[in-house]
């Protein structure tokens, strides 16, 4: 029994022994895609705040108006009143300055005295003429009669017929001496500086007893509404605004102020070669604190 004991335990001891030797490594197990536990998800980003992922953008324009203009000298001459200086109002028509123009007074009186010497002319004319009308009736009742001859009828006709001719003539020497007489009066009227619109002197540009060439700048007029925003945008955006829409400005230089301001019109077309089209924005009601060429702001929803 002790010897079959010990054949059994050699026995599983030259087995154990064979399987400790053996280095081979065992297969991997195969296992299905299907039961791997699913890999953890991945946190969700959070777009930053830049400009294209914002619902709305800001635009900004200079606050205009449409009557602005440098008023220049329409001819040679020297200033000899000033009555308007920065920052008077003025009506329209109302005289900012005159420019010395007595010469110009002087020829004018002589042109219409030329004038009136013409008309004078022209109406002995017409009485000649009537009297060479009746001349000529007169030989014609007397040709009928027999009394004269021919030639004596003839004379009669063309004598009155040349006389129509230097009517005519005289006539149109008066058409000239009134348009040269109009002309003076023109230029008359470039010595009186008046503004030309309702608004504000906002420069002066010349002094009493300066002598001024044609185009020299002499005062900058200004009107004070309504007040404008003009600016220029992608065309993105082409077709979102309608006349008359209602936007909201604003302005770095008023903050907390808000303005309401409409749609006046939009550009119908792109620029091609800057890929924007213009709107135009009027001012509505007051204008409160905002004046020409203040800069504003409009916000402007981003297109989706």
């Not at 009227?189 to 002066?204: D, M, S």
């Not at 890929?275 to 929803?301: C, K, Q, S, Y």
Request: contains cysteine; negative net charge; charged residues 25%.
């Amino acid at each position: 029994m002790r010897s079959l004991l010990a054949a059994v335990t050699i026995s599983c001891g030259a087995f154990s022994a064979i399987s400790c030797g053996n280095t081979q490594p065992a297969p991997p197990s195969v296992t299905s895609a299907a039961s791997l536990p699913a890999p953890p998800a991945a946190p969700a980003t959070v777009p930053l705040p830049t400009e294209t992922s914002e619902a709305f953008f800001v635009v900004s324009g200079p606050i205009i108006v449409e009557h602005q203009i440098d008023l220049s000298a329409q001819r040679d001459g020297l200033v000899t009143r000033i009555l308007f200086d920065a920052p008077a109002r003025v009506k329209t028509g109302d005289l900012l300055a005159q420019l010395d123009d007595r010469q110009l007074v002087a020829n004018l009186e002589a042109g219409r005295a030329k004038t009136r010497g013409i008309a004078a002319d022209l109406k002995n004319w017409e009485s000649e003429a009537e009297v060479l009308k009746a001349d000529y009736a007169r030989a014609q009742h007397l040709w009928d009669l027999g009394l004269i001859s021919e030639e004596q009828l003839q004379h009669a006709r063309y004598k009155a017929e040349s006389d129509q001719w230097d009517i005519k003539r005289v006539a149109e020497t008066m058409n000239t001496a009134r348009q040269e007489e109009h002309s003076l009066e023109l230029e008359l009227e470039k010595t009186r500086i008046v503004a030309p619109f309702n608004g504000l002197v906002a420069r002066r540009y010349v002094r009493e007893g300066q002598n001024v060439a044609k185009g020299d700048r002499l005062f900058w007029i200004t009107a004070e509404a309504p007040l404008l925003m003009r600016f220029t945008l992608p065309e993105k955006y082409f077709g979102r605004f309608r006349q008359a829409q209602q936007l909201e400005v604003t302005s770095p230089d008023l903050p907390g102020q808000k303005h309401a301001a409409r749609v006046k019109q939009v550009s119908p077309v792109v620029d091609p070669s800057s890929g924007t089209f213009e709107v135009l924005l009027e001012f509505a009601g007051d204008r409160g604190d905002f004046r020409p060429g203040m800069n504003a702001n409009v916000r402007l929803d981003s297109p989706r």
